[in-house]
């Protein structure tokens, strides 16, 4: 298909001896919100790594806009448009927000459109141009999430992947939270989010994969998805 | 002597300190290397310039050409000897580091003492000591102070400042998040390794304002560095600058009150001292 924009094909992947993704093939296309279920240590996490470059695949291929990316390093794939937003944020935390988000601009390309990424992403999140001089890391769980995938679109990604989001954020904050990701999704911004809010999620994704022991057992529009009698059982609770 | 001249040349001594320390805290805190090394730095950068003002070249131009060249060593250095490091992870990485940069000190030193075992480098700088209020203050003094606080000054804005060393700072803090931003963080520790060198060198030059290097002085200029960053914090740049000032004025009170000996039991004890009282560095957290 031309208008993909990334490709998983048969990627294996370990930590150490530990053989965690098997034979994991996904695509992402353009314009596409794609969410990856899966129980703890299904190698959700692991498998974004894989594509971001920080885990190198033991086996298969990886291709973002027709280019093979597997086995470059991370630093080259976010050059190339890959923004990733780990669980942890990985924020500088004796930096200021503003600090932060101007090393999100680091490479070439995204230095030249600074300003009008800041103007977006203080439209999306107003609360970081409140805290603007405050340190990273005297914010709160959900600024620092938002500092996080504000980063990440200060290198006007094509894709962003994400990792559970949500988590740690308060329950009210969520809707706000998936608002902003569907806004970036209309921007022309590819999305790969794991998340465990699956109910929510499914409302603003397009398709999704469910991964199990490593291996996807499942993958589908959203609203087929939902109604897949494993998902209502496991993830729904119906 | 009195107080005010022990403390202007506490603080030169300091200063030259904090070039020393720096280094080795901007070294470890973005490759996690104890650069056991560092010390080797300063003697072979006097020794470069000495070499150069042997051969008649201009004072000036042979200390500029000895810190380009301790820089290019520096770079050669780390992208020969520490990949291999650098392939390790946590605990192995730090012992893998201590041992190269130990083993790699050892070797440096017995060649340097054997090779060249009656070098001394010392700058003379041609004016008389200046008199103001009674104090008498050396020009060599006031020029080492002089251009180890504009080295340092510099270095604060370019970590402050410029992108690249605001990358710098961002993989000190968070490696992961700084790759994540597009940062490279290999090409940014063989760059502040060189940096580190060149401070180191020019720590080596400026202590030949006030006193004397000799070859044999490599292991104690990497005792005081390591010193000095640990007492500054360890992965702190502005602790590490306001250690070496401390531990310099100390250095300079303690020699002239109790002798040479007795100077480096007291410079140890506020280094224990300082680490008891502020277990984070002299500066707490603050990076």
Redesign the interface.
């Known amino acids: 298909m031309s208008n993909e924009v990334l490709s998983v094909k048969n990627v294996y992947a370990s930590y150490g001896d530990f053989l965690v993704l098997k034979n994991v093939s996904l695509e992402v296309r353009e314009g596409e919100i794609v969410l990856i279920l899966g129980a703890n240590g299904a190698g959700k996490t692991t498998l974004l790594k894989t594509i971001s470059g920080l885990l190198r695949p033991v086996k298969g291929q990886i291709y973002f806009l027709n280019r093979r990316i597997d086995g470059l390093s991370p630093h080259e794939i976010v050059k190339m448009g890959i923004s990733y937003v780990p669980a942890e944020r990985a924020l500088f935390p004796l930096m200021s927000v503003m600090e932060n988000l101007e090393m999100g601009a680091y490479i070439a390309r995204a230095r030249k459109e600074k300003e009008e990424r800041l103007q977006f992403i203080f439209q999306l999140f107003p609360v970081l141009k409140e805290r603007r001089d405050q340190l990273a890391g005297t914010l709160s769980g959900g600024e620092q999430q938002m500092l996080a995938i504000a980063r990440a679109l200060m290198a006007s990604p094509k894709l962003l992947m994400l990792d559970e989001p949500s988590f740690g954020l308060a329950p009210k904050l969520l809707p706000k939270l998936f608002k902003a990701i569907k806004q970036i999704n209309l921007e022309g911004t590819a999305v790969l989010m794991v998340e465990q809010n699956v109910r929510q999620t499914l409302n603003i994704a397009d398709r999704a994969y469910v991964l199990e022991n490593g291996s996807i057992v499942l993958e589908g529009p959203c609203d087929k998805i939902r109604d897949d009698p494993l998902i209502k059982r496991a993830y729904l609770g119906i | 002597m009195l107080p005010v001249e022990l403390l202007l040349d506490g603080i030169t001594f300091g200063l030259i300190l904090s070039l020393l320390g720096v280094g080795i805290t901007l070294i470890f805190g973005l490759g996690e290397v104890l650069n056991l090394a560092h010390g080797e730095f300063v003697v072979i950068c006097t020794i470069l310039a000495l070499m150069f003002i042997g051969r008649g070249v201009d004072v000036t131009l042979s200390i500029v050409l000895s810190l380009v060249i301790i820089g290019l060593i520096g770079i050669a250095f780390e992208r020969l000897l520490l990949f291999p490091v650098y392939r390790e992870k946590g605990e192995v990485r730090v012992l893998m580091g201590i041992f190269m940069t130990y083993g790699l000190s050892l070797a440096i030193h017995s060649y340097l003492v054997n090779t060249f075992p009656k070098v001394h480098f010392s700058v003379r700088v041609p004016y008389t000591e200046i008199v103001i209020g009674g104090l008498s203050i050396r020009p060599s003094t006031l020029l080492a102070a002089a251009i180890a606080a504009l080295a340092l000054i510099a270095l604060g804005v370019f970590l402050k400042k410029t992108?690249i060393g605001?990358?710098i700072?961002?993989v000190a803090?968070?490696e992961?998040?700084?790759?994540?931003?597009?940062?490279?963080p290999a090409s940014l520790r063989t760059l502040i390794f060189a940096l580190g060198a060149v401070m180191a060198g020019l720590a080596g030059i400026l202590y030949g304002l006030i006193a004397t290097v000799t070859a044999t002085l490599g292991l104690d200029f990497t005792t005081f560095a390591i010193v000095v960053a640990i007492a500054g914090g360890v992965r702190s740049v502005y602790g590490a600058i306001v250690s070496g000032i401390i531990l310099g004025i100390v250095h300079a009170f303690s020699s002239f009150f109790l002798g040479a000996s007795l100077s480096l039991v007291i410079f140890l004890i506020a280094v224990i001292l300082i680490v008891l009282a502020r277990p984070e560095g002299v500066l707490g957290e603050?990076?």
């Open positions: 992108y605001k990358a700072r961002t803090q968070n992961v998040g700084a790759q994540l931003c597009g940062v490279n603050k990076g």
